[in-house]
């Protein structure tokens, strides 16, 4: 396990030392004379982008890449080729602008990473902070710390699959992006299911938790090249990969019901904010169904030429899957997060074991609700979804306590 202070322009742990220093120096300069030469402590290696230091954001930022660069590739030539080198990394959470999530000082990271030599194999989120920490207050501070799994990339072989140079040389833009979709929905099914014995990763995290798989194909490569010929960054990468997880997680993907597909295109436009009918009315013909329909499945208010969502807490608290004609499945969510909020999870785990043709939708559907919310900035609808899957092996289990009729949802999700 390989710990590197990079935290990028955190903190500057240096200069919160001098408090200290100035004061250490008064008395043990005599009996450590060298170890307290200085006036202050010595900022010119710590590794932090800090624009102060370097005269502008562009200079700190080189800084801080080639400084990583170079600790890295030290420890990529101590690296044993058969055994993988973990690096447990923080970094600072991500900030949404026009509907893209980036993180500099992340891809900075991932950059000088692969540049050392390393591929990545894997990249797993930790939720090491407190959110309620005197730092986090009405700041863009620390959310988690990352573990990345990397390993030495290998020498190009040549590969009759992808021609001379794949295996660790060059590889196309439009071959990366065909190994994204073959390779990405498995490795997500992966992680939302969750492995045998472990819940599935949160909405929170799955983000993170994603880039794993999605690198470990660009990183497996010298270079991904672009159509002009240059390289592509992981920036550019980053990107790609965060268009496969929404396109697996999107109800378009053809795992979701017309009536759902419109009440999701629906929530990302509107949210729970009333609407122009005859938008709405637009929509759903779009989507292969019709307002009346939707609103017949009980999750639209329709009225006065506006049309509404209605939120889960307005939902019936007698409904029973098994005696609704048309249930599609934002209704099930829906229904299922009132369960659990005002139930429990045992309650939630009868309701689901009346339909548990559904549990993989619903799973899916709390994903893509929730990257909707939390990139609109919808915190308290998003808290919901990710309370559902957080709890979600915990109602399976309780689902297969009271015992079902017809197809049974797996343990090991």
Known sequence: MAFIDGNYDNIGYADLSDFF???????????????????????????????????????????????????????????HPAFPVSIYYAFKQSETKQGSTTSTGWETFLEAVIQAGFSIDGTWPIRSEKSGRMISNNTNALASSVVLVCRRRPPPQPSPQWG??????????????????????????????????????????????????G????SQYEAVLNQDGSRMTVHDALILINRAITEYLSPESGSFDNDTQFCSAWFEQYGWNKGPFGEADVLARAKGTSVD?????????????????????????????????????WEALHHMIRRLNEDGESAAGELLARMPEKGEPLRQLA??????????????????YNELIGAWHAVVTASHEVGHKGESLELDL
């Open 21 to 79: 220093y100035v004061w250490l120096r008064r008395t043990l300069k005599p009996i450590y004379p060298t170890l307290f030469a200085t006036l202050a402590v010595p900022k010119a290696e710590e590794l932090v982008a800090t624009p102060y230091r370097h005269g502008s954001k562009e200079k700190a930022e080189e800084f801080f890449l080639e400084g990583m660069k170079k600790a890295l590739n030290n420890l990529a030539e101590q690296a």
């Open 164 to 213: 001379e140079g794949a295996g660790g040389g060059t590889i196309s833009r439009k071959d990366f992006q065909r190994q994204l979709r073959r390779e990405m929905p498995e490795a997500l099914e992966a992680m939302i299911g969750g492995s045998e014995g472990a819940s599935p990763i949160a909405p929170v995290d799955l983000a993170q938790a994603a880039i794993g798989p």
């Open 215 to 218: 690198m470990a194909i660009f």
């Open 293 to 329: 329909g939707v609103v017949e499945a009980g999750v639209l208010e329709s009225g006065g030429g506006k049309v509404r969502l209605l939120k889960w807490k307005e939902y019936p608290t007698d409904w029973d899957p098994t005696q609704d004609e048309r249930t599609p499945v």
């Open 367 to 384: 994903y893509h609700l929730y990257t909707l919310c939390e990139r609109a900035g919808w915190a308290e609808d998003a808290r919901a």
